[in-house]
């Protein structure tokens, strides 16, 4: 198996077998752009090293002729003293993984070599500092050598010379360093250092690859959701220096401005340097023009580079590039990353420049970045400074007090305060703080920490692993370099990109949400760039989708936004949440009552308020299907908690107090009613068996306020969904009583709206026997937050708390099933229940309501199992609006690469 | 279509087509037996009847030939006065619903045709009575009269002839007594009494149709679980006269002792009498050796008319008959009803008969009837008379003194008393007094309402539907006719067979239960020949199965009951069960523990506990496998309920008690391990993954306890099961740390016991990703409980009481789901997972354990599935190993009559 290959050897398409930085280097150099020579030692290679823990003999040879074969490109030769040939070794893996992964430069060096570099470009400081960087490097990255073994021995010589970084040492003195210097490395590995080149090359490879598995690069592909399993390539480049002198530099450069998306080239420059010193900030940069005053050619002849890569990339492109004694070489380039605002802007002035179509446009911007651009922003107007930058974990501004004691969190929020829970990182006794807060901010852990997937299940902002942060608990304050925070002070913070600022930062309304919502008119004139990208982006995936996308909608308010965003219907009213709050109280009237009497007066009640909900909402959706779900919970949500109950009629019968009869009653009633997996008891159609009347209510309800809408003009198409059924007969059975009462009402009306009526998919029964119920059902909508509970027997309240975080950092699950479909379990059900219902009734519409109608790569999956519809939360119709059109376009194009 | 076919047409096999009573018939005529002729109408007809309401021409029309030719062939004339011919006309459905449908006798009669029976007889008496009988079967099944309107104008006429019965009046009083029931007729439906033979026999039939959807048959056929729509068929048949004169009678009888199953004759003959007379024991029955006496030729036929049926369907039959004036006629035969003894040794005899082979021995015995001979019986030497029966719900001997209300139960049990639960019916608030009471006894439900469907799930005796008593909740008795059972008194309940006993009947063990833990040797003189049966049967039984049978023990003691039962190896061992009771507090103190020293203490002394479990059982099991799942509950089980800690604490507070920090830790913890949906929470693999500690603690001791006994000279096969697994990664990861942990154990021992590790499918997702379980399990369990909740959304411990007996009662399911595998339901979920499995790992051992792996219908099921194993409680372990062998003889006769 061939494990090496030169540049010349590939393209982009191959970064699973070249790193992506590899892939790209092939594909530049058979473009004809400068790059500097040299080759790449495949993921293969890694993959192989990391299962047997060696370097195979094979390998090593291939590294050999490699070599060899470069000395004869660049007529320079590895480890020479006259025409030394000197590398970098720089890890690729496929995914860009940046700061994570190894690299050493200026192998091949020796004394020797150093001094040949100082004679043949009369730069001693130059030469050694090669040198010294050399040693430095392969003592930290190869040997394991904390960086403070080596200050130990270089501050003295700072301090002798007068100087503050060893950058400003002068040659000899940088000599000194790296002799000091190996004297470490000697002493931490007690072996002489390897001054062949060969040696060299080959531990730094080996590092490298060993660098896959450090920690630091684990914890970043779980945050980051890489699969362990990829490896990394290694790239081996002949080494060229900016820092030769005035006529060299280095930069990067983008050729679009990543942040905002306008066009034309956007960089930094910095003469008299390396790739790092440009990186790591620790010299202030010039803008990419100061190249041009400098050096015209080689700026002229960069801006045709960087036009040439993106015409050939078709998208914006993000370039290293280093000037050696004045000459331009191309160390990197790769698709630049963008924010969310760029993406968009970036898709359409391509497609307006005729380099790429729609449907590209449609796979250049994706759901999440349009769903974080409509969360409300942070005023950069207002000037704040970001304090510092964790992982994005849960989108969101949030604006309050820093509390780091839960309990105290909880008591704030009662008394009306905003908090910021401040923790290193949380775990389940925190669940009570973490709700009272607005926003979640730790030091530790990524976006699958117990504080990023509870935050996400709540709809909380967190900004989480914001190691720069140190949270002091005994103290009740945090540390940010040399800003102390306490308890009380007022911090910001955003989910969406991570990052915390001081004090209160005003927050304002994200104009593409007013957008979305039909408040603001892409066509006028005052419409931002962005508006009239993302409103052409939108338009055009509504024309290409074949999904429909519908809302989840519980009141006439919402339903209005639903609409406003694009919904075309509702594919989920929850009737109980009409019976929540003040209405409560209701539902435990008609419980605890005990005539029939008493019973229809409630339920003549709950009537009226249902009617009056229906008519508002069919109103609104006119022209619209709106699916109404009969009610859902267990009887005893409505209820008084029955430790609470019990605790306070123990008390009273303990100080001798007449406990009142209708806590009596009640305390019974919710002794009886009390389940100990209510998710899996009397709820759904099985409550409609039990108590029917109170579904032929809500149907009443239903017909009644659907005549009614009609008579005054509107156009109404209602639905009426059956919760948690699980067989044939108990379908026929209640469908049969929803339908007499239906008919009596059109009867009596003398009216003949039709009504449909299906079931929810959402247990795993209903799923495998689906083409059993398809025979009483005119639709079916996947309820695939239930499916996923029962499939996995995972009760979400329970676990996204207790032991979906650990599952998730051991890599025991790649993401929460509830975030995002599994499509291996759950959405094999949904397919057999698709397959099977289709080969009985080949046009039965098939939806699926729940949040995962609101996730992307749920979406692409729902899209591909052949679903009529998604329905979601209001706020994400238009990501599921664009989502489902990328679900076109990406399954065309793979079934058209297939 | 033919929907009226005579006698000679058709066979035993017909009883689809033509009822179990005229395919009986249909093939005594075949066999040349002297049956009353006749002809039968279909259950076609009847289904037809059903759908639309009425009986059609075309069905008139082939019921007026079908009369015809009866006629033609009996040389009677129907209707006629002459020749008269009368019919009876009686329901005959597929399934025997004794005493749930209509019979008329004597159709075709007039006052016309009663003048001339008298004058061909010179018998005034039957005449009259004849016609007396006519007129009110007539009124009370077509017409649908109570009863106590025809004793209005009877009663004065018995005051008059001072008699007390109907049956002792001479002729015309008999005639003046139906002359007025035609008055009763004729007031009640407004019409003339149909005195043209043809209308009567029209109207009766449609009254038998009519008959199948009373309210007392549907009743019972949910009570047998016979369904609704098979219909009726209708016999109609040339009447013949036990009750003319002294040489004329009527008998029922057994071709051998239907409650013994001792061989020969049993039965018994009333002379002068109709069929119903010896039915309702109105007179004293003599033994059958009566007729000898009385008509030796007329016995003698008899007697080879019974071996002819015995040998023909070569089984016990049950026999109607009627000698007429000197002559045999057979009315009816079918395969007799017999006891559970019975059944054994009538199948072993009639092996030794040579009549039927093993094989078939196996078909005529049921795991329920051998499941019903090893529960304690009552003893009936003891005396004691039945007082009544009702429907035997759930099997099982209860003594106790009787209470009315659930909590007087409650607190009655609390001081040490035996109660018998005794109500109308029970519903969900009574099940803390059901769980407190020996026996529940109701005189409403029959075998799928709460009451039985709660009781067999707590492994109570019940008795249900006994509708001979009346429940008095005000006075606190139950009335059985003149009979007042008071709160307190003592009463013995038999759920085996619904027979309800006053006062306290002694308990003796079953000879068979000694017998199957080999405590009983049926190759003794001593052993009864039921045990003799038992013994060749279930011999046979463990040749024939393929399936292995295994048992569900946690102890040692368990383990050796299990074994004595014929137990293969133990398939379920629950270590969780060794940390309840006195041991509870380990558990507790684990949860509590603050330091990794605490957590080490407790988890060593649990290890050592586990340790001794472990050889213990081990010992017991040596050469064959044992099966022991880890830890599995949620951890909140193991700790104080949180209702009643937090009423406690409040209770202490207002009290300005000082509560103690041991309180308030646990509170902490029972708070942070609350859930709200525990069964699908944090437990079993994921517990595992979470307190690693805890499990791998678990296999150490049992990797121990293995070296130990193997030290010891057993042969220990320990097998260690990982429950509630969802996905192929928490398997491999679990299964690595168990793996690692049994590795060190045996490597410092020195030992290399194969610990074979597998999984649960339990999960629906298991089930449907079996194939990839595959690859990290030595073996499968299905563990359908868990599988059953979760497919269905069924939480046991709720629905049970709630709303399952509903659903029930509606036949919304044929069955609770937990008594019996939901096959199309659950079980294509195991089904699937078996073939997937069986695609990647033809040889994987496929085993089932809970409580489906003692259900018989479950057991064949699961055969057919191609499971290795079923594992179920000790106790039903004999009942196993016979329906495992049955479900190969019944699998076998369907495939060769396929």
Redo the contacts between chains.
């Keep these: 198996m061939q494990y090496v290959h030169p540049f010349s050897f590939g393209n982009r398409t191959m970064s699973d077998l070249l790193g992506g930085k590899g892939a790209n280097l092939a594909e530049m150099v058979g473009l004809g752009i400068p790059v500097p020579d040299g080759f790449t030692i495949t993921t293969e290679a890694c993959q192989e090293f990391l299962r047997t823990g060696v370097v195979s003999p094979n390998i090593h040879a291939q590294i050999d002729a490699a070599v060899l074969a470069l000395e004869n490109k660049v007529g320079k030769k590895f480890g020479d003293t006259t025409n030394p040939l000197l590398v970098s070794v720089r890890s690729g893996a496929k995914f860009s993984m940046p700061g994570m992964m190894e690299t050493v430069l200026n192998v091949g060096m020796s004394a020797d070599v150093a001094a040949r570099m100082e004679a043949m470009t009369g730069d001693a400081r130059f030469a050694w500092d090669s040198y010294r960087r050399f040693i430095e490097m392969f003592g930290k990255t190869v040997c394991d050598i904390p960086m403070h073994d080596f200050h130990k021995v270089s501050d003295p010589i700072l301090k002798r010379d007068n100087v503050t970084a060893v950058a400003d040492l002068q040659g000899p003195a940088l000599r000194e360093v790296g002799d000091l210097f190996v004297g470490v490395i000697e002493k931490h590995t007690g072996q002489a250092f390897p001054w062949t080149a060969r040696d060299q090359l080959l531990q730094a490879v080996e590092a490298v690859f060993h660098s896959w598995n450090s920690e630091r690069a684990q914890l970043y592909r779980r945050r980051e959701r890489i699969p362990a399993d990829l490896g990394t390539a290694v790239n081996v480049q002949m080494m060229v220096f900016g820092n030769i002198g005035e006529t060299s530099g280095t930069g990067v450069c983008f050729t679009r401005d990543p942040s905002t998306g306008h066009p034309g080239a956007y960089g930094d420059y910095l003469p008299r340097a390396q790739g790092e010193d440009v990186v790591n900030g620790s010299r202030n940069a010039f803008p990419l023009t100061h190249l041009k005053t400098l050096n015209e050619p080689a700026f002229n002849q960069l801006q045709s580079i960087m036009d040439k890569l993106e015409a050939h990339y078709k998208d914006m492109c993000d370039i290293e590039f280093t000037v050696e004694s004045g000459s331009l070489w191309i160390l990197q380039t790769r698709v630049g990353k963008r924010t969310a605002e760029a993406a968009f802007q970036i898709a359409t002035q391509l497609v307006d420049e005729g380099a790429i179509d729609m449907n590209e446009a449609l796979k250049r911007v994706t759901g999440d970045q349009l769903g974080n651009l409509m969360f409300p922003q942070f005023d950069k107007s207002s000037g704040i400074k970001e304090l510092t930058r964790g992982i994005a974990a849960s989108p969101g501004a949030a604006v309050g007090q820093v509390v780091f004691d839960p309990r105290v969190a909880m008591d704030w929020a009662l008394t009306g305060k905003k908090v910021i829970l401040v923790r290193r990182e949380t775990n389940?006794?925190d669940l009570g703080g973490m709700v009272a807060a607005q926003g979640i901010l730790t030091s530790r852990g990524g976006k699958t920490s117990h504080a990023a997937v509870v935050a996400r299940g709540m709809g909380r902002a967190a900004v989480c692993g914001t190691d720069s942060i140190e949270v002091i608990n005994d103290e009740q304050i945090f540390k940010c370099g040399d800003i102390i925070v306490k308890q009380g002070d007022w911090i910001s913070i955003d989910g969406s990109n991570g990052a915390v600022y001081l004090g209160e930062v005003p927050v304002v309304p994200s104009a593409v949400t007013e957008y979305v919502q039909g408040h603001l008119d892409a066509a006028s004139p005052a419409a931002s760039t962005l508006i009239k990208s993302i409103d052409r982006i939108l338009t055009y995936a509504d024309k290409t989708r074949r999904m429909h996308v519908r809302a989840n909608a519980d009141t006439p308010e919402d339903s209005d936004v639903a609409r406003r965003m694009g919904a075309q219907g509702i594919g989920l009213t929850r009737t109980e949440h009409m019976f929540l709050g003040e209405r409560r109280h209701l539902v435990e009237a008609l419980i605890l009552a005990e005539t029939d009497d008493e019973r229809h007066k409630w339920i003549a009640e709950m009537e009226v308020l249902q009617y009056e909900d229906f008519v508002g909402i069919f109103k609104v959706m006119t022209g619209l299907p709106v699916t109404v779900r009969l009610l859902d919970p267990p009887l005893h949500e409505f209820l008084t908690d029955?430790?609470e109950l019990?605790?306070k009629i123990?008390?009273q019968e303990?100080?001798g107090e007449k406990v009142s009869d209708y806590d009596l009653k009640l305390a019974?009633a919710v002794n009886?009613l009390h389940?100990?997996?209510?998710?899996?008891?009397?709820r759904g159609v099985?409550l409609g068996?039990?108590i029917p009347e109170l579904f032929t209510m809500q149907v009443r309800a239903l017909a009644r306020a659907a005549i009614e809408v009609k008579r005054q003009g509107f156009d109404v198409i209602p639905e009426v969904m059956i919760p948690?059924v699980?067989?044939q007969?108990?379908l026929l059975?209640f469908r049969n009583s929803l339908e007499e009462e239906i008919h009596r009402v059109m009867a009596e009306a003398k009216s003949d709206i039709h009504i449909s009526i299906g079931s929810m998919i959402?247990?795993?029964?209903a799923a495998?026997?689906a083409a059993k119920l398809a025979d009483y059902s005119d639709f079916f909508s996947f309820g695939t937050n239930?499916l996923t509970?029962?499939?996995?027997?995972?009760?979400r309240?329970?676990?996204e708390s207790?032991?979906l975080p650990?599952?998730l950092d051991?890599?025991?699950?790649p993401f929460s099933p509830f975030e995002s479909l599994?499509q291996?379990?759950?959405g094999?059900?949904v397919k057999i229940a698709c397959k099977e219902t289709r080969s009985v009734v080949p046009n039965m519409k098939l939806g699926v309501c729940g949040e995962h109608g609101g996730d992307p790569r749920s979406i692409h999956f729902f899209h591909e199992a052949g679903l009529d519809y998604v329905s979601c939360s209001p706020f994400r119709v238009p990501v599921a609006r664009l989502e489902a059109a990328r679900a076109v376009v990406m399954a065309d194009s793979v079934s058209s690469t297939a």
């Design positions: 389940p006794d029955k430790g019990g605790t123990a008390l303990a100080r019974r009886r389940e100990s997996n209510p998710m899996m008891g009397l099985r068996v039990l948690l699980a067989s007969r108990e059975y959402e247990t795993p029964r495998i026997t239930d509970q029962l499939t996995w027997a995972f009760s309240d329970d676990v207790s032991f650990r599952y051991l890599e025991l699950l599994d291996d379990g759950v094999l059900l």
